[in-house]
């Protein structure tokens, strides 16, 4: 079943991820419930295990969802969507429901990402259209089926491309859009802070997803500290040559 999966390098800390304040509110929330799960759960009051992260590419959905699992002290399972989708689509259920399966006796959270791949809504009068109208029902079903242990978290940047009876099951719905401003500058401020001064000058642009400004920054402070290296080594040079010239005088 390790196929279905998509390798997780390193954890994530919920203090490496830069949350406005309605999001920071929202996994706050979620994480109080589980933290009170057996209380709740004595008096009847259902805890959010099913979550819902839509919107802009690369203002951390992925990221979140790592460090959920983290500060639940679970491992995340990735669901590689594309090649499920890839396959035969009569392998489709059964590879979802292998998922599922193992998040029941894993202590483990369970990440689609791309979650669009196999919720969207289809034109049911093409040739697969059958069998893809009985993935999405089998996905409706174990999502209403999800141990109260467990969690399940997806993702996508087409949330109006999703079957709506699925979006209907997630409890939390979180969207993710370009930061603000403030948001951004504590982003700049953190990545920043690694780098001595004379290599972390950086022209900060806003308006932008958090992965589109950390990449401006890895390229402004990797040419930043080529820059230096090559005018130390031309300083060196340049000594070199005037020593030269003294001697040979």
Known sequence: ????????????????????????????????????????????????????????????????????????????????????ISSKLGETSRNIASAFKMIETQEAVLFFDEFDSLGKERNYDNTDSSEMKRVVNGMIQMMDHLPKNSVMIAATNQIDMIDEALIRRFELKMEFQNPKRQDLDRLYDKLLARFPEEYAKVIRVYDISFAEAENIVMTEVKENIIQSEMLKKAVISEKISVNSEQLSN
């Not at 999001?23 to 009847?44: A, C, D, M, N, P």
């Not at 805890?47 to 679970?74: D, E, H, Q, R």
Request: glycine residues 8%; positive net charge.
């Open 1 to 84: 079943m390790n196929h279905l999966f998509i390798p997780n390098n390193g954890k994530v800390d919920m203090n490496d991820v830069v949350f406005d304040e309605q999001l920071f509110s929202q996994i706050s929330q979620f994480l109080r419930e589980y933290e009170h799960v057996e209380i709740l759960t004595k008096y009847g009051l259902p805890v959010v295990n099913k979550i819902l992260l839509y919107g802009k590419s690369g203002c951390g959905k992925t990221m979140t969802a790592k460090a959920i699992a983290n500060k639940l002290n679970k491992k995340i399972k990735t669901i590689n969507l594309g090649n499920i």
